[in-house]
């Protein structure tokens, strides 16, 4: 059953879930305290655990837990995390949904891994790792057959939805822009919107993180000692790889940075999948779909506009996305 309010969270209930899970070999939780976080789409809080004196096992002392009104997430830590190979995605210790609520309490990685900062970006080596990890997930599910039967099945069409609701809400994002939308850049957004889908590549499809930026991994301190984690699988779904990659790099990388290191990144990717068995795909093709996978990114910040999030990231969005468009050339998909 899905928990619904953070009242429902009692130590009762996580001695049971830990119990089951095999974590809680004896004792039981005798408090929790909560840091709530709660935002438009989900409410989050970080679990403090407080144990009896002969509890025994391997007893967390922080876990994190996320409600949700979608089932997104918790769909992918019901059906598809136990496939992962690797620590992609925390340990998850409970995850249940129902027709309008969801959760997943996963665990709280403190120790060994840290957030990034909410506007800098990475050093290379923490970026060298995001593509690491994007390309083992994207090798793992490469043309997979149950794309086309189970998994697809619970996956949502991101890019339809991203397309639906910025061609419906296109003329409210110019009125709000006025004159600093330029002609021309409002131009561009008419040709995107106008030519979808026929600017999308039709290589082979994957499982995709679908929000790789970069809020969405959790640093290793050591990155020699431990690979980073995977968080926040809400948007999930299938398509082509490069695009993960397309929104990593091209949707947060102003033009001086992502023209130092957008190619050799393209590169390592490509090179990690060769390196994990993934034989049929030329770097051409791989190049060539990144940069039609960066047409589809112009369209969040309208998204994004729409839904009310900050001019902070959606403007910021719309000048990386609008960059690359120009810098690689993609008009020539249109």
């Known amino acids: 059953m899905s928990v619904r309010t953070f009242n429902e969270i009692t130590p009762a209930w ?11 070999i004896a004792g039981q939780v005798l408090h929790v305290g909560q840091t709530r976080d709660p935002n ?15 509890a025994h096992g391997v007893c967390p002392k922080r876990l994190f837990f996320k409600h949700s009104s979608r089932a997104t997430e918790a769909k992918f ?8 190979t690797g620590p992609m995605a925390p340990i998850c210790y409970d995850v249940q949904h129902d027709d309008t609520n969801s959760h997943v309490l996963v665990a709280y990685i403190e120790r060994t891994h840290f957030a990034g900062p909410e506007a800098l970006p990475m050093p290379i080596v923490y970026h060298e ?6 390309a083992d997930l994207h090798s793992q599910f490469w043309d997979h057959l149950r794309l086309r039967q189970d998994i697809g099945a619970l996956a949502h069409d991101v890019p339809a939805f991203s397309f639906a609701m910025a061609s419906q ?15 021309s850049r409002r131009g561009t957004y008419e040709r995107i919107l106008g030519h979808y889908p026929g600017y999308r590549p039709s290589g082979p499809k994957t499982l995709v993180h679908g929000d790789a930026h970069w809020g969405n991994f959790l640093y290793p301190h050591d990155p020699t000692a431990h690979k980073l984690y995977l968080i926040d699988w809400a948007e999930w779904h299938v398509n082509l790889g490069v695009g993960d990659l397309a929104y990593n790099i091209a949707l947060q990388c102003y033009p001086e940075r992502r023209a130092r290191i957008e190619r050799p990144l393209i590169r390592r990717y490509h090179k990690r999948l060769l390196a994990d068995g993934i034989h049929d795909y030329a770097w051409e093709q791989c190049w060539e ?11 969040w910040p309208i998204v994004w506009h729409h839904f009310d999030l ?7 969005a719309l000048e990386c996305t609008l960059a690359a468009f120009e810098d690689l050339g993609c008009e020539e998909f249109l």
């Open 14 to 24: 996580l001695t049971a879930i830990l119990t089951e899970r095999g974590s809680l």
């Open 40 to 54: 438009p789409i989900t409410q989050n809080a970080t679990l403090l655990l407080t144990y009896s004196p002969d």
């Open 77 to 84: 830590y019901q059906k598809i995390a136990p496939m992962l």
């Open 129 to 134: 790792m995001i593509v690491d990890a994007l």
């Open 169 to 183: 809400h296109f003329a409210a994002f110019v009125d709000t822009l006025g004159e600093r939308l330029s002609a």
């Open 289 to 299: 779909e990144y940069r039609r996978m960066v047409i589809e990114q112009c369209l």
């Open 310 to 316: 900050s001019p902070n990231v959606w403007w910021f």
